[in-house]
């Protein structure tokens, strides 16, 4: 079985669990998902953060 280590976003502390032992609270996967160069939905990801940010892109 591969266990990941996960994050509390409540208290911060790490545990591999699901929920927080400390605090109760739902647990995310503390690692960043794999890199890739043929990223498919790279361009997506950008066009979202540069929508949020305010950033206009000239085309």
Do not use: W
Not at 30 to 52: I, T
Request: proline share 10%; aromatic share 8%.
């Amino acid at each position: 079985m591969h266990f990941r280590i996960r994050k509390c976003p409540n208290c911060g502390r790490y545990t591999l669990k699901e929920v927080c032992p400390v605090c109760g609270a739902k647990t995310k996967v503390a690692h960043p998902p794999r890199f890739s160069p043929e990223d498919p939905y790279g361009e997506y990801r950008r066009r979202l953060k540069r929508e949020q940010m305010g950033i206009a892109r000239g085309e």
